[in-house]
């Protein structure tokens, strides 16, 4: 009877040995992969630190591209709107140019007074305010114009004399003395004019021009700029 107390006591003691021991086994055992994956996850405690970093680096930079991009849009608005003002202002400037040749083919004078010369063959007469029947520059506006003029003359008996007058006052006067070969005279002048001002050039008494096709003597003028 005490043998077999004895023998089934043992057989519960090693059974509840067995049983500890397979917990402890069970408890010591990982999967294999667990500690390699602990490992390769990524620290998120210093990511996403500089993720976010990285996002604000970004959009700061974006704000800035948007306001260099406005200031560029109001720099084309406003050099859009200079060009047309421009536009307009050259439209609406007044345009005043002419350009005559004498029409000669031959000799003009002597006289026995100043006469003024009248360039008859148009070449240039923007604004029409150059008479080809008088010979006379009539200003239609005050300004700053500019006028010139090339006279020939062979004449061996008779000078090249003229003169450029605004109104009735002489600006000055360009005399050759005869020579029997092409003599020129040149001139040319700034001068201010109001409104209605007229501008010629007088052959003086005794003196001779001449001219053909080639159109050697000529008078020019042109609108520099509105005062």
């Not at 421009?86 to 007044?94: F, G, H, K, S, V």
């Not at 360009?174 to 070969?181: A, E, R």
Request: glycine residues 6%; proline residues 4%.
């Amino acid at each position: 009877m005490r043998v077999s107390v004895v023998l089934l006591w043992f057989f519960l003691s090693c059974v509840q040995l067995q049983r500890a021991d397979d917990q402890l086994a069970a408890g010591d055992v990982q999967p294999p992969n667990e500690s390699l994956a602990e490992k390769s996850k990524p620290d998120q405690t210093s990511v996403q630190p500089e993720v976010w970093t990285e996002l604000r680096e970004l959009r700061d930079t974006v704000e800035e591209l948007k306001k260099q991009n406005a200031a560029l849009e109001g720099r084309l608005v406003s050099a859009e709107l200079g060009v047309e003002a421009l536009r307009e202002e050259n439209a609406n400037r007044p345009k005043v140019a002419f350009s005559f040749a004498s029409g000669l083919n031959g000799n003009l004078g002597p006289y026995s007074t100043d006469a003024i010369l009248v360039f008859s063959k148009e070449i240039t007469n923007i604004g029409n305010a150059f008479s080809p029947i008088t010979g006379v520059f009539t200003a239609p506006l005050r300004g700053v114009y500019y006028f010139r003029f090339n006279l020939v003359g062979s004449s061996k008996s008779h000078m090249l004399a003229v003169c450029l007058y605004k109104n009735h006052e002489k600006i000055f006067d360009v005399s050759k003395y005869p020579q029997g070969t092409n003599e020129y005279a040149v001139g040319g002048a700034t001068l201010l004019l109001e409104k209605g001002d007229q501008v010629y050039v007088k052959l003086r008494s005794d003196s001779q021009i001449t001219d053909d096709n080639n159109n050697h003597c000529s008078f020019s003028g042109f609108l520099l700029f509105a005062m």
